[in-house]
């Protein structure tokens, strides 16, 4: 994949992922385990 964000947009993703590490940790093991990841909150 190749693209860009503008860096206020990338700073938005960033601090985002940060605030969910866990849950998308818990994600990813859950998709590698063919199930389907849970919702996670959008940044507010």
Known sequence: MEGSLPRRATQLVLDWTELHQ????????LCLSN???KDISPLK
Do not use: I, K, S
Not at 22 to 29: F, G, I, M, S
């Open 22 to 29: 866990t849950e998308l940790l818990e994600d990813w093991d």
């Open 35 to 37: 199930h389907h990841p």
